[in-house]
C-alpha cells in the first residue's frame, strides 16, 4: 500500500501551494523579515535579498516548513521539549513534529530554538520522536516565525539509516547573503553523519565532533536566483577514502572550484605511513598543495544532487572520479608539504593544538605558500611550473619522498615551539633536471647556510598509492632512527669539550614541563627522527670545528663525503676507528636519577592479529617473573624499550597486591603501539635493594565509596566509568577524556563531563553475573530491600595504567545449592572495556556440577541486538531513555566456553561454562552516542557501527598480545 511522503507531491502541485502559504504568511506581516538590502546583482529591485532568501527557502523545503504563529505562541507557553504532532494525511499516525528544543549544545543567542521535523517516510511514532533516517529538520533561531537553517536526511539504500544529510542555510556562514547548501554523502555507510549545532555547521565548534573518517564526501553549492538552481562553489567536493576498509580515512582530497570544471586549488592528501587507528585519526603525512588548474577533464562532473523539492544541483565531480580528477588536472603550481614532526596541528590555537587536521597538510589559514609562517617543522618543496606532473621519488640519501620537478624546498626547524625559527634546512635542484641535489644547512637562522653539499639522489619514482608507499617509507623511518642515533652517540664520543645541544636539552628535559602534549613527540617516530635531525646537525658543526681547529685528527673531505650522503652508520664506525672511542651500544642500559637498575628482563611481545594494536595493557604475574629472576624487586623496578632514540623511553607501569597480604602479585605495564603481526622487544629494569617508583600520567582511577554510604564503587579509564552497587553493574558515559569518579555531582542528570547513561532496573546490569539451574535464572545481586546475599565490594588497585575492585557475593542460592562469587573488575588506560574474572566456589558441597555463568546487557524496548557467538561476543544498541540518548552494551566471552545466548524479558544473556577451578573472564564494554569525537578515540554513534568495533575489541581481547620472558641480564 503506498504510504504518504512528503517527497512525493508533483513538483508543479507542491509550487501552488507553496505560493499559496507564502502568500497568506506574507499578507499577515511575517515577522522579523530583515530590511537589509543587499547590492547583489541577482536580487530584485523590489524586494530586500533576505526577503527573496526566504520565499525562496519555503520554496525549497516544502509548505510543511511553516509554522503557524498560532503553534509558535503555543510551544512558547508550554516546557521546553514539548512535542506537538500532526497527522496530516489522517492515517492515524504524526507526520509533523514541533517544539522548542532545550538540548546543551544550542548557542543561548538562538534560544528559544524551535524545530519542525517532517517524516518524509511517514514512519513517525507519537510519544517516540523523530528519527534521521528520511526526515527534514527546520530551524527557527529564537522562534521568530523566520526559517533560519534545515537538515535534510535521506536513506537512498532503505537500510534505515541516513546516508546522505542536506544542510541548507537561509543565510550566513560562508555563504554570505545567499542561500547556501552542503551535501554531506556517506558512502561507505558507516553510519557517521556530522555534527550540528543550532541546526548548522559552523567549523569551530562543529569539525572535531563530525565524521570525516572512512568513505565520505560533502560538496557545498550557492544558490543562483538568476538559474534557480544551486551552483557549486569553494569546497567542490572534498571527498575521504579509507583504503584499507578499517573505517578510517588514509586518503582525503579538497578540490575548490565549479564542479571539476573551473578548479581553483586542491589539496591532496595521504597518511603515507598508514597508522591511523581508533586512537590516532586525521593523521595525514603529506599533501600535494595545488593551485590554478589549466585543463580538467570536464567529462568527470557527471553527478548531480538531487534536492527534497525535486530539483538538480548543476554538476560536480562523483566521489569515485575526484581522485582521477585532481590527479588528471594540469595545474599551475604545486608544493609538496610534509609533516615531518607528526604534528599536523595548529599550535597556536588553543583548542586546534590538539586536532591532526583533517583537511590535510599545511596552510591553516589557506593553502599553503612557500615559506608560510605556520609551516614550522614541515618540509616544503615547490614545482613553480608543474614540470614534473605531481610525482614523488625517494631518495637514500636522506630517506625522503621529495616532489620530482621541485625547484627549491626548505624545512623551517623551531624545535622548542616558541614559532621562533631555530634553523633551517634548504633544498635545491641545481642541475634542472628535476631532482634535489643540494642540501644546505642554516644552523641559526641567519640566512648563510654552515655549510652544503652536492650529492647525487639516486632517485627511485614512487607512485602516489599507499600499497607502494606504506612499507618504503616505514623501513626508511626505522632505518634513519637507527643510523642518526649511531652516529649521535659515536660524534658525543669523538667531540672534545662537547658544547650543550639545544634541541636534546629541549626533548629530554623541558619537552614534559612546557610542551602541551609532551607524549605525542615522545611516542612519535616521525618527531623522534627530526629532533634526532637536528641534534645530528649539532653535533656535526661542534665536529666539523673541532677538525678544522685540528684538535681532531680526521680527513675532513672523507667525513664530509660519508656525511653528504647519508651513510651515517659507516661514519659512526669509522669515528670511533681512527679516534679509538668505544661503538655505541645497540641496546644501552637505562639509567633514572634515584635508581640504579643493575639487572634487566629481556620481554619478548608479539601481535598475533593482522591489525595495529596501540595502548596494550601487559600483565605479568611475579610468579612467571621470579622462575627467571629470584631476586626482583617490584618495589624498584621500570619497563622500558630496548632501543634509545635520543633518550630510552619508558612505558608507563605499576605493581599490584590483589589479594592484600602486603606482596606484590602482578606487574602491568602500558606497551604503546604494535603493528599488526610484528614482533617487539623490552627490558623490565630492576635493581635487587631500594625502592623507587616512576611518575607516571594517571590514566586510570578506582574509588570504593562513592558517598552514597558505601553502596557504590566504581573503576575507570578516561574512555569510561563503571559502578557497582548492590552488586549490580552500570555505566558512566564521558563527553571528554577525563577521570570522573572524585568529581561526579549529580551523575544521573547529563553534565558537561556525562552522565550515568543506564537505568538497570531489575536486572544485574551491563555485565552482571546471574546463575542458571537448567532454564531457572538467580540473580546475583541485591535490591536496595532484598537481600539474596551477602556483598563486600573492595578497591584492589589504583594506578596510572590499571584500577581494579573485587566484589565477593556469598551465601548466593540457586535452586538446592548456595555458592560464593569473587569477581576482579578491572579497567585499563586507553579502554573502553572492563575485565571481570569470575571465581564461583559451591560452598554447600564440592565444586562437581557447578552450575552455568552468565553475564547480562539489559534489554530495552526496540533496540538493535547483534550476536556472534563464534566470535564470543553479544551486543546490543537502544534508546531507553529520550533524554539520556542511545547507548550501546557488549560482553565478550572465550568462544570455547560459551554455552548459548539466552534473550529474556528484560535481559539478554551470555552463558558459560565454567573452567575446571570455577573460572571464566567476561570482558564488558559500553557506548554512548553522546560520547564525543573531538578527543583521542572514535566512539560509536549507531548500532551497526557499534556491532563493528564490538567485533574489533573482541579480536583484540580474546587474543591478547603474547608476552614471553626469554633471559636476565645483568650490567
Known amino acids: 500500500m503506498f504510504k504518504f511522503s512528503f517527497r512525493h507531491i508533483d513538483h508543479l502541485s507542491r509550487l501552488l501551494i507553496l505560493f499559496m502559504v507564502v502568500f497568506l504568511a506574507m499578507a499577515q506581516g511575517c515577522k522579523n523579515i ?551 651500544l645497540s641496546e644501552p642500559w637505562l639509567e633514572i636519577d634515584g635508581a640504579k637498575f643493575t639487572k634487566r628482563l629481556r620481554v619478548e611481545l608479539a601481535n598475533p592479529i593482522k591489525a595495529d594494536r596501540p595502548s596494550i595493557p601487559i600483565v605479568i604475574s611475579m610468579s612467571e617473573i621470579l622462575k627467571i629472576a629470584p631476586d626482583f624487586n617490584p618495589y624498584c623496578f621500570a619497563v622500558a624499550e630496548n632501543k634509545k632514540r635520543i633518550l630510552i623511553r619508558q612505558y608507563p607501569s605499576q605493581a599490584d597486591d590483589l589479594d592484600g597480604d602486603d606482596q606484590v602479585d602482578e606487574i602491568v605495564f602500558c606497551l604503546i603501539n604494535l603493528p599488526a603481526g610484528d614482533t617487539q622487544q623490552c627490558f623490565i629494569y630492576y635493581s635487587p635493594e631500594g625502592k623507587w617508583a616512576g611518575k607516571y600520567r594517571k590514566q586510570t582511577h578506582a574509588r570504593d565509596n562513592m558517598g552514597d554510604g558505601g553502596v557504590s564503587v566504581g573503576w575507570e579509564s578516561e574512555f569510561i566509568g563503571f559502578r557497582s552497587y548492590f552488586g549490580k553493574r552500570d555505566f558512566f558515559g564521558k563527553k571528554f577524556d577525563s577521570l570522573r569518579l572524585d568529581n561526579l555531582g549529580s551523575y544521573h542528570v547529563e553534565a558537561d563531563w556525562g552522565m550515568d547513561v543506564l537505568h538497570v532496573g531489575g536486572v544485574p546490569g551491563l555485565g552482571g553475573l546471574s546463575l542458571w539451574d537448567k532454564d531457572k535464572v538467580y540473580r546475583a545481586y541485591n535490591e536496595e530491600n532484598q537481600r539474596r546475599c551477602q556483598l563486600s565490594q573492595k578497591m584492589v588497585a589504583d594506578g596510572p595504567v590499571r584500577s581494579a575492585m573485587r566484589l565477593e557475593l556469598t551465601e548466593l542460592k540457586a535452586g538446592e545449592e548456595k555458592y560464593s562469587i569473587s569477581v576482579f573488575c578491572s579497567c585499563y588506560a586507553n579502554q573502553i572495556y572492563s575485565e571481570n574474572k569470575v571465581c564461583l566456589v559451591k560452598t554447600s558441597g564440592g565444586q562437581d556440577k557447578l552450575p552455568v555463568v552468565s553475564a547480562g546487557l539489559v534489554r530495552m524496548k526496540g533496540g538493535e541486538s547483534f550476536a556472534d557467538l563464534a566470535k564470543g561476543m553479544l551486543c546490543n544498541w537502544s534508546l531507553q531513555d529520550r533524554k539520556i540518548g542511545a547507548i550501546g552494551q557488549a560482553v565478550i566471552a572465550e568462544p570455547g566456553r560459551i554455552v548459548d545466548r539466552q534473550v529474556l524479558a528484560d535481559s539478554e544473556e551470555l552463558r558459560v561454562r565454567l573452567d575446571q577451578n570455577g573460572q571464566a573472564t567476561f570482558f564488558v564494554a559500553g557506548e554512548w552516542e553522546k560520547s564525543r569525537t573531538d578527543q583521542r578515540r572514535l566512539p560509536a554513534h549507531t548500532g551497526p557501527e557499534w556491532n563493528k568495533h564490538v567485533q574489533l575489541l573482541s579480536d583484540r581481547v580474546l587474543n591478547p598480545v603474547s608476552c614471553k620472558l626469554i633471559e636476565l641480564e645483568t650490567k
Request: overall charge negative; aromatic content about 10%; hydrophobic content about 35%.
Open 34 to 584: 530583515s530590511g537589509e538590502v543587499a547590492n547583489d546583482i541577482e536580487q530584485s529591485p523590489d524586494k530586500p535579498r533576505d526577503e527573496l532568501n526566504l520565499e525562496t527557502f519555503v520554496k525549497l523545503l516544502g509548505r510543511e516548513a511553516v509554522v503557524s504563529d498560532e503553534l509558535v505562541g503555543k510551544l512558547l507557553k508550554m516546557p521546553v521539549n514539548t512535542e506537538v504532532y500532526e497527522d496530516l494525511d489522517d492515517d492515524g499516525d504524526p507526520d509533523i513534529l514541533t517544539y522548542i528544543d532545550g538540548a546543551q549544545r544550542h548557542s543561548d543567542a538562538r534560544r528559544p530554538m524551535l524545530f519542525r521535523v517532517i517524516d518524509d517516510d511517514d514512519d513517525m511514532v507519537a510519544g517516540n520522536g523523530p528519527d534521521k533516517d528520511n526526515d527534514c529538520y527546520v530551524a527557527d533561531w529564537n522562534a521568530d516565525g523566520v526559517i533560519d537553517r534545515a537538515v535534510d536526511y535521506w536513506d537512498e539504500d532503505g537500510d534505515g539509516d541516513a546516508d546522505r544529510m542536506d544542510l541548507f542555510s537561509r543565510r550566513g556562514l560562508w555563504v554570505g547573503e545567499k542561500i547556501g547548501l552542503t551535501v554531506v554523502e556517506d558512502i561507505g555507510d558507516d553510519d557517521r553523519m556530522w555534527y550540528t549545532r543550532d541546526n548548522e555547521y559552523s567549523q569551530r565548534p562543529c569539525q572535531w565532533l563530525t565524521d570525516f573518517n572512512g568513505d565520505e564526501l560533502f560538496s557545498m553549492y550557492c544558490y543562483d536566483m538568476q538559474k534557480g538552481r544551486f551552483v557549486p562553489t569553494f569546497e567542490d567536493p572534498f571527498a575521504h577514502y579509507d583504503i584499507d576498509n578499517d573505517g578510517l580515512a588514509e586518503v582525503t582530497v579538497r578540490c575548490s572550484g565549479t564542479g571539476g570544471v573551473k578548479m581553483r586549488s586542491g589539496r591532496y592528501s595521504f597518511d603515507v605511513d598508514n597508522d591511523t587507528n581508533w586512537l590516532n585519526r586525521r593523521d595525514y603525512d603529506f599533501s600535494f598543495n595545488l593551485t590554478g588548474s589549466q585543463n580538467e577533464d570536464t567529462s568527470l562532473a557527471d553527478h548531480q544532487d538531487k534536492l527534497r523539492d525535486g530539483s538538480l544541483t548543476e554538476p560536480r565531480v562523483d566521489w569515485k572520479n575526484v581522485r582521477q580528477a585532481i590527479e588528471s588536472c594540469k595545474w599551475k603550481t604545486v608544493i609538496l608539504a610534509w609533516d615531518e614532526i607528526d604534528n599536523n596541528v595548529n599550535a597556536e590555537h588553543e583548542q586546534e593544538r590538539w586536532h591532526e587536521r583533517w583537511e590535510g597538510v599545511g596552510g591553516y589559514g589557506g593553502s599553503v605558500s612557500y615559506g608560510d609562517k605556520e609551516e614550522i617543522n614541515k618540509r616544503v618543496e615547490e614545482d613553480a611550473d608543474f614540470s614534473g606532473n605531481m610525482q614523488l621519488y625517494f631518495s637514500p640519501v636522506d630517506r625522503r619522498f621529495h616532489l620530482y620537478g621541485a625547484e627549491k624546498g626548505m624545512i623551517n626547524l623551531d624545535y622548542d615551539y616558541n614559532f621562533h625559527l631555530d634553523a633551517k634546512i634548504l633544498y635545491q635542484d641545481s642541475d634542472k633536471d628535476g631532482f634535489i641535489d643540494t642540501f644546505a644547512y642554516d644552523g641559526n637562522n641567519d640566512g648563510q647556510p654552515e655549510r652544503s653539499y652536492a650529492v647525487d639522489p639516486q632517485a627511485t619514482f614512487v607512485k602516489c598509492r599507499l600499497s607502494e608507499m606504506t612499507e618504503l617509507y616505514r623501513n626508511a623511518l626505522v632505518d634513519s632512527l637507527e643510523q642518526n642515533q649511531l652516529l649521535i652517540d659515536a660524534m658525543k664520543a669523538a667531540v672534545k669539550n662537547q658544547l650543550p645541544l639545544k634541541a636534546e636539552e629541549w626533548f629530554i628535559n623541558q619537552r614534559p614541563a612546557s610542551f602541551y602534549n609532551p607524549e605525542k613527540l615522545l611516542w612519535s617516530q616521525e618527531a623522534t627522527r627530526l629532533y634526532q635531525d637536528m641534534i645530528r646537525e649539532e653535533l656535526f658543526t661542534q665536529l666539523l670545528a673541532q677538525i678544522e681547529l685540528n684538535e681532531l685528527k680526521l680527513d675532513h673531505s672523507q667525513i664530509e663525503r660519508l656525511y653528504a650522503i647519508g651513510k651515517y652508520a659507516e661514519l659512526a664506525k669509522l669515528l670511533c676507528k681512527e679516534l679509538e672511542v668505544a661503538p655505541p
